[in-house]
């Protein structure tokens, strides 16, 4: 019943490349799409959001784009860093009465020094 | 987090035992929920809350009830614990609808 579908589960790349991950959704009443950093041992934080009514949303050095045709959002990280060495979410909200959260199953990412 | 305590953070039980989970904020938020966290599974919405005594379920709620008699505190109990319900446990909290505020988690190894 996994209506938020994440690639890759595992990503590698070295230091300054440019890891993307990618969200797919199914359920066109979701309004907006978060992504969430997490770290071992530490609950998820918001890292960057996007409304379907925007294409991309920059902040730092992460990027959302959106294809709301498509039904697809990605993340891209310029210029990784060892430090973003960690696990990946993607979430899209419903529109109920709690505004509840779908996630992804997550992508971890390592960045080599 | 700031604002938001799990206890407790590392639980072993017995298969069979009941065990309760407690969530606390301080922010003074309307939202409430209960994830688990299981490796390929992402994040999976137990129950929710979304005021005083008023919770409902989510995705994978077969197993596990909740109460939330105060707006700080929001409790998640196994009735009777299977090997299945091995899983870190994540409570968020929310008030502007634009984001989630996750505790550190409680891990639970059920025996």
């Known amino acids: 019943q996994q209506q938020v579908k994440q690639s890759p589960q595992s990503l590698i790349v070295q230091k300054g490349g440019i890891p993307i991950i990618n969200c797919a959704y199914e359920?066109?009443?979701?309004?907006?799409f978060p992504w969430y950093q997490q770290f071992p041992g530490k609950g998820p934080a918001l890292l960057i959001a996007i409304r379907p009514d925007v294409s991309e949303k920059k902040e730092g050095r992460f990027t959302i784009s959106f294809n709301k045709s498509a039904k697809q959002f990605s993340l891209h990280i310029m210029d990784s860093q060892p430090g973003d060495s960690a696990t990946y979410f993607c979430?899209?909200?419903?529109?109920?009465?709690?505004?509840?959260?779908?996630f992804g199953s997550g992508t971890q990412l390592t960045v080599l020094p | 987090d700031a604002g938001i305590t799990q206890s407790p953070r590392h639980k072993v039980t017995e298969t069979g035992t009941p065990v309760t989970l407690r969530c606390h904020q301080t922010e003074n938020h309307r939202y409430m929920y209960w994830y688990r966290q299981d490796p390929g599974h992402g994040l999976r919405l137990i129950h929710y809350s979304y005021g005083v005594k008023d919770t409902d379920k989510g995705e994978v709620s077969d197993g596990y009830s909740v109460s939330r008699s105060k707006t700080e505190d929001f409790l998640l109990t196994l009735e009777s614990a299977t090997s299945s319900q091995t899983s870190v446990y994540f409570c968020a909290i929310s008030d502007s609808f634009y984001g989630y505020t996750f505790g550190s988690g409680t891990r639970l190894t059920v025996v």
């Open positions: 359920n066109t009443a979701f309004d907006y």
């Open positions: 979430a899209a909200r419903g529109t109920g009465s709690a505004r509840q959260l779908t």
